[in-house]
């Protein structure tokens, strides 16, 4: 750390360039931290910020943190939070980082969470900040294997380099850091006493009223997404909703309340549960989150992020497309996210559900899933991981293919003898007990609680020869319920607000 006398030194050298604007926001975002002022440092963190960025350094760094330490007294921990935004703005805006930068950036990582882990932070920071802060961090992780993997571009010096400052987005630093913010904010236990009555960490969205800090806290609770974020990119699908257990994404939460967390943990959750083959778990929370930004997603058109809020949504629709291709369940969805579904997907459904449509599931998969990364530093080809998952996931189509027809002819009768049905199939009795044992192993799964759960929208068993198909009753979800009625009442009021202003 540079001393007062030099820190003095560096700010006089940059103060001819340094704008007012700049200076004031610098000053008012520490004045408004250390008084606790949250809502006006939201203000200056989601607005200002982004626009100063947008404006004065479009292509161009904002000045170091040693150029502005005299607008903050100098303070350390506001510095690093200072060099987490200028970091995050180059990241987002600035072509050819070196590799220097982004080790860089993984130190002030470092020091931002090492000083957060000692528990000496009595401040407390906007939930969007807290939750961008862990989201940028999985991020640039993610970016840095992206780099790393790119060796035919880098010369002898450069890979020399890669080696040298191998510590910097380790794997397990990574994880590492993100468990101990888990563990460190006793965040899973806060949230299961809040199941008993004795907390109301969701009735304040993790703030802490007291004069206390919210900052361990949300860290944490954002660590637990970006640990379900972390483990899909690297294929360890039920590692990562483990790590999301104790947020229960069935109802409203903290989560909920930064449209970008929600949009993150529903696309991240969803996924997993498609790659496990929990079909039916992928296919209604997708149709939850799909239906609030039918709604919804125009009062999200100024967030810096809107771009990626709709490349998500987009995602979802293909993945919803694929579910509902290899596992009909069209009673789950909404009429509206129907209808919008078959308007961008129809042609391949109709298809993908022929049998002759392998084509379309590569596209809509290559397309719908995260960017996957080599782990390990030894392996640094980030396309070998893409094409291992794509390689699984096709092989399972092949096999729920296989299983399509048994299904059109179950759908067809409630009673048949297995000799009757093996003779439409031009089967015979043994390959079609076996075919049906494969039909139940494929649409049924176990859930996080280690239930078994039917993907299939049909079930059925057999009483000595005899088939009995049964159609399970649909399960109301009242949430979704409610929830468009929700909708629809707003919708009124808003149309009876534009009455009243004519």
Known sequence: ?????????????????????????????????????????HVLYEETFHGLSAGLYRDAPWPPAEAVAAYCDNDQFFLILYRELTFRHAHARLPGLTLKHRADSWDNYCSLFGVVLQDVVNKQLPNKWLWDMVDEFVYQFQRFCQYRAKLHDKSEEQINLLKRFDQAWDVYGVLNYLKALVEKSMIREILEREKEGLEHFTMVNGYDHDGGSNVLKMLGYYSMIGLLRVHCLIGDYSTGLKCL?????????????????????????????????????????????????????EY?????????????????????????SLCPQNNLIDENVSIELKGKYGTQMTKMLRCDGEKYYDELFSFACPKFIAASPSVFYNQDTYRLQLKLFLAEVKQQQLLLGVRSFLKLFSVITIGKLAQHMGSNETSL??????????????????????????????????IHVTEPKSIKHHNDYFLKHILKFEEVIGELAQLQGY
């Open 300 to 324: 999200h058109q100024k967030s810096p992020q809107y771009d990626l809020l709709l490349k998500k949504n987009e995602q979802m629709y293909a993945l919803l497309a694929i579910c509902l």
């Open 1 to 41: 750390m540079p001393t007062a006398a030099a820190s003095g030194v560096v700010t006089a050298s940059y103060s001819n360039y340094i704008p007012d604007s700049v200076k004031s926001f610098v000053s008012d975002l520490y004045r408004y931290i250390r008084d606790g002022n949250v809502s006006g440092a």
């Open 245 to 297: 257990s104790p947020i229960d994404i069935s109802q409203q939460g903290v989560y909920t309340t930064v449209i970008e967390s929600c949009i993150s943990t529903i696309y991240h959750y969803g996924f997993a549960n498609f790659m496990m083959h929990k079909y039916s778990d992928t296919v209604h929370q997708f149709n939850r989150i799909l239906l609030y930004m039918l709604k919804y997603k």
């Open 433 to 466: 007990r076996e075919i049906l044992m494969a039909y139940t192993h494929k649409t049924h799964a176990v859930d996080n609680d280690g239930h078994i759960i039917s993907n299939a929208d049909f079930d059925f068993y057999i009483d000595e020869d005899t």
